[in-house]
């Protein structure tokens, strides 16, 4: 044990659920720090899927036979499992996607964007956007005549919401999309504050939650979100797979997202009757193994328990902020009150991509670059940063040697 033991998560036996913790990294042991990128998947997501595709592997919703009613029944059962994940109220709320919470957040500006909004209609965003809460705006903005709006974040690195109120104010704004927890500055953002804000004045709100799902316990119907995304490789599953939540009645507003197979109830040659939500939104044939992983991988994170993995975080957290502010020449990005287990920081003289690189010869896995958040970058006035992002499976041990080394890294670049 490393010391720092959270009384509810032990943190070295999940450890050992988890192969590739006990690899080495470069000759050293692996330190990684970039599941805020992907994070690793624990034994019980790999066998899941191995067991799907050696034993019980078909086509969904076509087959007439034992095996594919079979993978139906375990497809749709992760349907249930994220329903129930995200406390939805039905499962006909879930849609599986097909690349994560990019295609998630493109599936709502293609189908609701053109399709419910107005040209003329705004859509506000916020400064710390992932690129993929952002680029499908500016192209529904291009395309379909809505306006942009960008709400301002704070030198704290919060969302501002005096700013989201002026831009709420005269009432044309027809959808709020902001992040649940910044991939760069780690902030939560008030996202039931937001909600409350954005539908007094008749807008409806999309949360990313492509990192908030992983660090915090979500309840779509508490939040009253009308969208809400997340990643399953994020959430210690497999990649090829995002879930967006929309509310039913939203939902059946909305035309198709991409045509073809099972999102159709009938198919002539001059026109298509197209099936209710969710399968209206999930043409060809859907990501089976990687749905029977994410099912697994939901088993896996609440039977750890939310609860204890923030507690957790929540201590990594501390800990990480005292060490790296600790370190002369450290700047961190953002100093949020409620922040998750995300960290981006620039150390003087240093390029972050020389940064990184240093920090992989001592076996430390980080972030380097702008984490396709540009524009964050440049209202902080940093080119680039590194950044180290936890998971329930990291350790104080492991922050502590991140610091060791980041303070060692500092001489070399004086």
Known sequence: MDGYVTPTLDVERIRQDFPILSSTHRGKKLVFLDSGASAQK????????????????????RGAYHLS????????????????????????????????????INLVAHSFGRGVLKPGQAVVVSEMEHHANLVPWQMLRDDHGTTLRICRVTDAGELDLEDLERHLADGQVGLVAVTHMSNVLGTVTPVAQIVRMAHAKGARVLIDGSQGAVHRRVDVQALGCDFYVFTAHKLY??????????????????????????MITEVGLE?????????????????????????????????????????????????????LSDIEGVTLLGRAQDRGGVFAFALDNAHAHDLATLLDRAGICVRAG??????????FGVESTCRASFGMYTTHAEVDYLADAVTKAREFFS
């Open 42 to 61: 624990p034994r019980a997501v790999i066998d899941a899927m191995v067991r799907m595709m050696e034993a019980s592997y078909a086509n969904v919703h």
């Open 69 to 104: 009613e079979a993978a139906t029944e375990s497809y749709e059962s992760s349907r249930r499992a994220a329903q129930r994940f995200l406390n939805a109220a039905d499962e006909r709320e879930i849609v599986l996607t097909g690349t994560g919470s990019t295609q998630a």
């Open 370 to 379: 702008r984490h396709c958040a540009e524009p964050l970058h440049r209202r």
């Open 271 to 323: 026109r298509s009757l197209f099936a209710p939500p969710p399968l209206r939104f999930e043409a060809g044939t859907p990501p089976i193994i990687e749905a029977i992983g994410l099912h697994a991988a939901i088993d896996y994170v609440e039977g750890v328990g939310m609860e204890a993995i923030e507690a957790h975080e929540r201590s990594l957290v501390d800990h990480a902020t005292r060490r």
């Open 237 to 262: 599953g497999p990649t090829g797979l995002g879930v967006l939540y929309g509310k039913l009645d939203v939902l059946e507003q909305m035309p198709p997202f991409m045509g073809g197979g099972d």
